[in-house]
T-cell receptor
Framework: DTAVSQTPKYLVTQMGNDKSIKCEQNLGHDTMYWYKQDSKKFLKIMFSYNNKELIINETVPNRFSPKSPDKAHLNLHINSLELGDSAVYFC?????????????FGPGTRLTVL | QKEVEQNSGPLSVPEGAIASLNCTYSDRGSQSFFWYRQYSGKSPELIMSIYSNGDKEDGRFTAQLNKASQYVSLLIRDSQPSDSATYLCAVVITSGTYKYIFGTGTRLKVLA
């Protein structure tokens, strides 16, 4: 009974391809997030959705498009992949807005762009 | 100045010693602070949260917060080799939409 799950766990693809990562949480949380962790381990917020509405959209190339079909799911689609997109992408969720709440992280998706 | 700063380490301590991890932040309005632990190849997991000035203890872990100095720390007593990991400080910043900002993490090595 995984709390926050992501698929796939590993993704290896060529430059220029389009790929998607899926995330699901069964915690009943209202808010979901996508983070990117680069090779130096810096964890940076990309997007956040609260009850299917986009509330945080950091300075991310518009090749990245999140979609939240319902509050338990948040997917990330990436167009025209570039070498610099190689990183670990973490999905997370929290009960309510991130003002005082713990975030629960998924296992991560390691994306390698060749 | 970065929004949340940590020394990247590695911080090496002998088994049984106290490990002290530090974090400074730039947003004076921040009210919520968190410490996460991340083992290599794994996802971050929460160790402690702290919201008020002073100390908060949980087992071998103590979080300390000083809002006037914009400083939060984590002490690990009786450090064990299993504590070897990267420790991420997270601060909820309040300018605009509330959001988590993570520090770059401090890598801790506990030597047996």
């Amino acid at each position: 009974d995984t709390a926050v799950s992501q698929t796939p766990k590993y993704l290896v693809t060529q430059m220029g391809n389009d790929k998607s990562i899926k995330c699901e949480q069964n915690l009943g949380h209202d808010t979901m997030y996508w983070y990117k962790q680069d090779s130096k381990k810096f964890l940076k917020i990309m997007f956040s959705y609260n009850n299917k509405e986009l509330i945080i959209n950091e300075t991310v190339p518009n090749r990245f498009s999140p979609k939240s079909p319902d509050k338990a799911h948040l997917n990330l689609h990436i167009n025209s992949l570039e070498l610099g997109d190689s990183a670990v992408y973490f999905c997370a969720s929290s009960p309510g807005l991130p003002s005082s709440n713990e975030q629960f992280f998924g296992p991560g998706t390691r994306l390698t762009v060749l | 100045q970065k929004e949340v700063e940590q020394n990247s380490g590695p911080l090496s301590v002998p088994e049984g010693a106290i490990a002290s991890l530090n974090c400074t932040y730039s947003d004076r309005g921040s009210q919520s602070f968190f410490w996460y632990r991340q083992y290599s190849g794994k996802s971050p997991e929460l160790i402690m949260s702290i919201y008020s000035n002073g100390d908060k203890e949980d087992g071998r872990f103590t979080a300390q917060l000083n809002k006037a100095s914009q400083y939060v720390s984590l002490l690990i007593r009786d450090s064990q080799p299993s504590d070897s990991a990267t420790y991420l400080c997270a601060v909820v910043i309040t300018s605009g939409t509330y959001k988590y900002i993570f520090g770059t993490g401090t890598r801790l090595k506990v030597l047996a």
